[in-house]
């Protein structure tokens, strides 16, 4: 059984960095989709960026796109997400999620793909 366990976000002022982690429980020896997702309470989940493996393609959404970079240590089985130039808007909260049986491309935005997802972590800016 799969589990992604992330990092404790924070509370960091505007124009700062964090980097949030997230750590595979098992070796995963094919190629998948990984994503990061953040969400507000009362809407629906929106993502952030995601990465696959097994090109090391990467997606950004829009917002972030030129302050979070997205990676991965395949040797750590963990993925980052370097979250710089915070601004109070990037509040929320975070969740990575995998997609085993996907090669992220047209659907990393979507949630549908992702069967597997860490337990959030809240990141605030002020």
């Known amino acids: 059984h799969v589990q992604l366990v992330e990092s404790v976000g924070g509370s960091v002022q505007a124009g700062e960095s964090l980097r949030l982690t997230c750590e595979i429980s098992?070796?995963?020896?094919?190629?998948?989709?990984m994503g990061w997702f953040r969400q507000t309470p009362g809407k629906e989940r929106a993502a952030v960026a995601a990465h696959y493996t097994g090109t090391a393609t990467t997606y950004v959404s829009d917002s972030v796109k030129g302050r979070f970079p997205i990676s991965e240590d395949s040797a750590k089985n963990t993925m980052y997400l370097q979250m710089n130039s915070l601004k109070p808007e990037d509040t929320d909260m975070y969740y990575c999620?995998?997609?085993?049986?996907?090669?992220?491309?047209?659907?990393?935005?979507?949630?549908?793909?992702?069967?597997?997802w860490g337990q959030g972590t809240q990141v605030t800016v002020s």
């Open positions: 999620a995998a997609a085993f049986d996907s090669r992220c491309d047209y659907s990393w935005y979507r949630v549908w793909p992702y069967n597997t």
């Open positions: 098992l070796y995963i020896y094919s190629s998948y989709c």
